[in-house]
C-alpha cells in the first residue's frame, strides 16, 4: 500500500499513529463490508477504541484524555478512515459531543460527567439540526422551559448521527426570544423521560451508522445538565462545528486515500493491451491528479489544525479545509470507479462503498455551500 510521509510533533505521536494503523488494520478493515452490508452499529468495536484511549484524543488528561494536538487527532481520524470511514466518523461526532461540556462546562460538570464522557464506555450525540432547519440553525424552533429545576424540552431533531445508539444527546434548544441569542444547550442522557428517538433513516452510504430523528415530547432534563449559560447555545455550537469540520475533513482525505491506494493496486495487476493499465496515460494521469489533490487537502488541514493548536483564528481555514476536502474525495471516489471500470461499479471491491459514502461528507457538518458563504463573507468584510 502507497505510504504517506508525516511530520509528527513528537515521538509519542507516532506511537500513536502506530497503534491507530494497528487496530485500523486487524481490528476494524476485516469487518467493515459486513457491518456496512448488515446495516449493524459497531458498538464493541468503538468500545475497542475506547479502552485505547482513541475517544478522548484533544481533551484533557485531567479528565481521562490524551491532551493531543489537533494535528494528531485528526491524522488519526484519517487513518481510522482509509480503513472504515463509518468508524472514523463516529469516532468524529463523538468527540463534537463532547466539545460544550469540554470547552463550556463548569469546573464541577467537567468534574462529574466528562471522565465518563470521554473515557470510552459512553457515546455522545450533537442534536442541532431540525427537519425545517439544518443549514437555517439560528433558527432552530426547538423549545426548552424552565420548570423549577428542570427544563422541559419539545420539539424534533434531525439527521442525528448516533440516534437511539448515544449514551448522551448534546440538545440546542429555544430557551429564549428568536435568533441565535435566544438558543441553549443541555447535555440529556439517553434514558431522560420524553427523548425518543425515531425510526432510523436509509441512508446512501454510513450503512453501519444510524441516523434518525429525536423527538422530545415534553422532556424532563435537570437545569444542573445546561452547559453554559443561557442563550449561549448557538456560540457553543458553531464553536464546536468548527472543530467538527476538521474532523469530517480528516475522514475525507483517509477515505480518499484509501480509495486511492486501491485503485492504485488494481491498476499495477489489471493487464490491457499488453501492459498495466497504471501505465496507460489516460489512467495514470487520473491517479497522479488524485494524489495531489490528497495532499492538498492534507496540507489544508494540517495547517488549520495547527492555527487551532496555536491558540490562533481558524474557523475560516476550517471551513476551506472542509470544502476542499470533501470535494476532492468525492471526485477521487468517483474517478477510483473510473480506473476500476465495470469492476468498480459491483460491491465486490471497495470502491463502490466508497463512492457512496464520500457524497454525504459534503453535507454534514455544514453543507459546502454553507462553507463558500462562510469563506465569502470574510472576504467582503475586509
Known amino acids: 500500500m502507497p505510504s504517506v510521509t508525516r511530520l509528527l510533533p513528537t515521538p509519542e505521536a507516532h506511537d500513536l499513529l502506530e497503534l491507530t494503523r494497528e487496530i485500523a488494520d486487524k ?83 467537567r468534574e462529574r460527567w466528562l471522565p465518563d464522557l470521554i473515557g470510552g464506555e459512553l457515546l455522545g450525540a450533537y442534536c442541532l439540526s431540525e427537519p425545517a432547519g439544518g443549514s437555517d440553525a439560528a433558527n432552530l424552533t426547538t423549545k426548552a422551559t424552565r420548570d ?78 445546561l452547559v453554559g449559560g443561557e442563550g449561549e447555545g448557538f456560540r457553543i455550537a458553531m464553536g464546536a462545528l468548527d472543530s467538527g469540520r476538521l474532523g469530517i475533513a480528516a475522514c475525507a482525505i483517509g477515505l480518499a486515500q484509501g480509495a486511492l491506494d486501491y485503485a492504485v493496486n488494481y491498476a499495477r495487476e489489471r493487464v490491457q493491451f499488453g501492459k498495466p493499465i497504471i501505465d496507460l496515460q489516460g489512467l495514470g494521469f487520473m491517479l497522479a491528479d488524485s494524489a495531489t489533490q490528497i495532499s492538498a487537502a492534507r496540507a489544508l488541514m494540517l495547517h488549520a489544525a495547527r492555527l487551532r493548536d496555536a491558540g490562533l483564528p481558524y474557523s475560516i481555514e476550517a471551513a476551506k479545509t472542509k470544502l476542499f476536502a470533501t470535494d476532492m474525495a468525492m471526485q477521487v471516489a468517483t474517478d477510483a470507479v473510473q480506473v476500476l471500470g465495470g469492476a468498480g461499479y459491483v460491491a465486490d471491491h471497495p470502491v463502490e462503498r466508497y463512492f457512496r459514502e464520500a457524497k454525504v461528507l459534503q453535507i454534514v457538518e455544514g453543507t459546502n455551500q454553507i462553507q463558500r458563504m462562510v469563506i465569502a463573507r470574510s472576504l467582503a468584510k475586509d
Open 27 to 109: 481490528e476494524l478493515a476485516p469487518h467493515a463490508d459486513d457491518f456496512e452490508a448488515r446495516g449493524e452499529f459497531p458498538r464493541e468495536l468503538i468500545r475497542t477504541l475506547g479502552r485505547s484511549g482513541l475517544l478522548g484524543l484533544p481533551y484533557s488528561a485531567e479528565y481521562g484524555g490524551a491532551e493531543q494536538p489537533y494535528e494528531v487527532y485528526l491524522q488519526v481520524l484519517e487513518i481510522l478512515a482509509s480503513r472504515w470511514v463509518g468508524i472514523a466518523e463516529t469516532v468524529s461526532v463523538h468527540t463534537l459531543a463532547c466539545y460544550p461540556l469540554a470547552h463550556h462546562g463548569t469546573a464541577a460538570q
Open 148 to 225: 423549577g429545576d428542570a427544563y422541559r424540552v419539545s420539539g424534533t431533531k434531525a439527521w442525528i448521527t448516533h440516534a437511539g445508539v448515544a449514551d448522551f444527546y448534546n440538545v440546542f434548544c429555544r430557551t429564549g426570544g428568536p435568533g441565535p441569542k435566544g438558543i441553549s444547550c443541555l447535555l440529556a442522557p439517553a434514558d431522560t423521560p420524553g427523548l425518543h428517538p425515531q425510526t432510523r433513516e436509509k441512508t446512501m452510504g454510513l450503512r453501519s451508522s444510524p441516523v434518525a430523528q429525536i423527538a422530545f415530547d415534553d422532556a424532563v432534563v435537570p437545569a444542573e445538565r
